[in-house]
T-cell receptor
Framework: DTGVSQDPRHKITKRGQNVTFRCDPI?????LYWYRQTLGQGPEFLTY????????KSRLLSDRFSAERPKGSFSTLEIQRTEQGDSAMYLC????????????FGDGTRLSIL | AQSVTQLGSHVSVSEGALVLLRCNYS??????LFWYVQYPNQGLQLLLK????ATLVKGINGFEAEFKKSETSFHLTKPSAHMSDAAEYFC?????????WGAGTKLIIKP
């Protein structure tokens, strides 16, 4: 179990630029989740995948956000035309099997918009 | 939709004292409940979970939590606080595979 890996750990970019984050889940996990966390708050659900299928998207996920999991393994989260309000920690988690199985989190990607 | 309330954004205890972090949830069905800990600039680490069965659940680092259906609570406790317990703690309930989170409680340990 090598854990959930996220890359990069930090991203600083100018407003209006596009950014892409990568998440590598625990290898045997078929479910993968993206969350956003701002300072002093709990995580907010963005979207999740079962294998390569994106099963649910939050209303928080505007048209500027897109997530993929093309082969049911790693996932990418892209934000287009970044805005100041996108500054946050983006967390990825994975889990296996039933709903009662816990989600395992990566260390996140911290995005700062200048 | 379910919700989670954590009472107290900050809790301060002396080293060696009892830790009690409160979590209440709203759910019309038996919930799956989780406590996670987050250290600065890190992701969330699972402390413990309740799914079914025994209502007193033991987790890592000496923490435990008790599921009380009548009170819709899942409070986290540790008999004796250690300096290394200083972190932010989040309670969460699962709804259709999504985790619904409380706002978190920052635990401060006084020497």
């Amino acid at each position: 179990d090598t854990g959930v890996s996220q890359d990069p750990r930090h991203k600083i970019t100018k407003r209006g630029q596009n950014v892409t984050f990568r998440c590598d889940p625990i290898s045997e996990h078929n479910r993968l989740y993206w969350y956003r966390q701002t300072l002093g708050q709990g995580p907010e659900f963005l979207t999740y995948f079962q294998n390569e299928a994106q099963l649910e998207k939050s209303r928080l996920l505007s048209d500027r956000f897109s997530a993929e999991r093309p082969k049911g393994s790693f996932s990418t989260l892209e934000i287009q035309r970044t805005e100041q309000g996108d500054s946050a920690m983006y967390l990825c988690a994975s889990s296996s099997g039933q709903e009662n199985q816990p989600q395992h989190f990566g260390d996140g990607t911290r995005l700062s918009i200048l | 939709a379910q919700s989670v309330t954590q009472l107290g954004s900050h809790v301060s205890v002396s080293e060696g004292a009892l830790v009690l972090l409160r979590c209440n949830y709203s759910s019309s069905v038996p919930p799956y409940l989780f406590w996670y800990v987050q250290y600065p600039n890190q992701g969330l680490q699972l402390l413990l979970k309740y799914t079914t069965g025994a209502t007193l659940v033991k987790g890592i680092n000496g923490f435990e939590a008790e599921f009380k259906k009548s009170e819709t609570s899942f409070h986290l406790t540790k008999p004796s606080a250690h300096m290394s317990d200083a972190a932010e703690y989040f309670c969460a309930v699962s709804e259709n595979y999504q985790l619904i989170w409380g706002a978190g409680t920052k635990l401060i340990i006084k020497p």
